[in-house]
């Protein structure tokens, strides 16, 4: 109980409760049933795109290029992440944003590679959210040695649908998508598949025991989002890895952003 | 799945403009290609009514449940639609696959389909003899 109960024209059942006398707010409200409409006309996400907006803009002033990377659970985010950091710690500052629902299973996983780790566990007073959002990134920031750093690489919640949806003021949304989780999964989350500058088509090395279909997927994802950059590679293998930190390495533009198109501006 | 994170990115505007007034209707405009089920979305909404303050009443009496308890969410589901560039034909999508349904090319501009949009919301008018809600903080 206690739930708004608006008495409006259209009575259609008995209140053996309560009577309700001429002159009162037939829902104890103190407000009148007349309604005023208001036109919004707002973007439903547009509270996370300004919070994007404003971790853009605090990207921009310290000269570093964010990359989302997404996937599903289990696509090897974290091994990748592992076999990246190795081959760029010597070249490029690295900080790393973790997000996982619980444990710092994977930010333990990454100590020990020359790269700021900030761990964002969104069931700690987030709700136990699937995804990463652009008010919990602007929480993790302070954290990190942001004016150091040439490349942020954040790891998104495990999850083909969710993120997709919360843009955090990256560079570039990259997804992991793997081999083992067959070939219709564009289309099943076109969402995801949208969304992304570059799909990394990981395990690569199980492909002699599955019967993967390479260019069916290749013709889903072309359905999707027709013409999208896809790579293939292995994180256990490390085959295509350094293509991958090849394509990282275009991205980032270490120093000032001069005459960068900021969304922030 | 992500209907309930939607719902409350759409319960913090729709709060920002109710502005303490009750809320007793929201329409959203969404479109096919942004993979929500309306339904589910509904529910999610009853869901989440009640983490929300209460609203101000005029006459100083607490009044019982959140502003967005009882609200009513409507969804308004907007079809994806593209033109070919090279036929010029206009369709609309069963599937989410970016491809022209007249000729089959693949360059094809979408024309509908990506809409997110809170549209209006209507709040219930406070009484006369209430204070009177800033009016002005709900057009923010």
């Known amino acids: ?70 996937s599903g659970p289990g696509a090897g985010k974290t091994t990748l992440l592992v076999e990246t950091l190795r081959r760029l710690a010597p070249r490029w500052r690295v900080g790393v944003i973790e997000g996982d629902i619980e444990t710092s299973l994977d930010a333990d996983r990454l100590a020990g590679l020359a790269a700021a780790v900030c761990l964002v566990n969104t069931g700690k007073g987030f709700g136990g959210e699937c995804h990463l959002d652009a008010p919990m990134i602007a929480s993790a920031l302070p954290r990190l040695p942001l004016a150091d750093l040439d490349l942020v690489i954040i790891e ?65 994802l072309d359905a999707v989002h027709p013409g999208v950059d896809a790579q293939m590679l292995s994180a256990r293998s490390g085959d295509g890895v350094d293509a991958w930190c090849e394509w990282l390495s275009h991205a980032v533009h270490p120093g000032p952003r001069v005459g960068r198109v900021a969304g922030a501006a | 799945m992500h209907e309930l994170s939607l719902c409350r990115s759409v319960a913090d505007v729709v709060c920002r403009h109710a502005a ?51 609200s009513v969410l409507e969804v308004e589901s907007v079809p994806a639609v593209v033109r070919c560039r090279a036929c010029g034909a206009e369709r609309e999508l069963d599937h989410p696959v970016l491809r022209c349904a007249g000729c089959g090319g693949a ?15 209507d709040v219930a008018d406070a009484a006369a003899d209430g204070p009177g809600m800033a009016k002005e903080q709900a057009e923010v």
Not at chain 1, 169 to 187: A, F
Not at chain 1, 196 to 208: H, W
Not at chain 2, 51 to 66: C, E, F, K, L, M
Request: charged share 25%.
């Open chain 1, 1 to 70: 109980m206690g739930r708004f109960h608006p008495h409006g024209a259209d009575h259609d059942h008995p209140h053996p409760d309560h009577d309700h006398p001429d002159d009162a707010r037939p829902d104890h409200s103190g407000y009148g049933t007349a309604t005023e409409r208001i036109e919004v006309l707002e973007r439903i996400l547009g509270e996370n795109e300004r919070a994007a907006a404003a971790n853009r803009a605090a990207f921009d002033a310290a000269g570093v290029t964010v990359v989302n990377l997404m």
């Open chain 1, 156 to 220: 998104n919640v495990g999850n083909l649908v969710c993120p997709a949806e919360f843009t955090v003021g990256e560079d570039r949304r990259v997804m992991i998508y793997s081999v083992t989780e067959g070939e219709e999964k564009p289309l099943k989350y076109p969402l995801m598949f949208r969304a992304v500058d570059l799909v990394l088509v990981n395990k690569t090395d199980l492909l002699p025991y599955l019967d993967f279909d390479l260019p069916a997927f290749r013709r889903n």
């Open chain 2, 107 to 121: 360059d094809v501009l979408l024309i509908s389909g990506e809409e997110f949009l809170i549209v209006s919301m």
């Open chain 2, 20 to 70: 303490g007034r009750r809320v007793v209707r929201v329409r959203l405009r969404i479109g096919a290609l942004r993979q929500v089920v309306p339904d589910t979305l509904t529910s999610c909404w009853r869901l989440l009514q009640d983490d929300r303050p209460p609203p101000r009443s005029p006459t100083g009496s607490v009044p019982a449940g959140s502003v967005l308890a009882g």
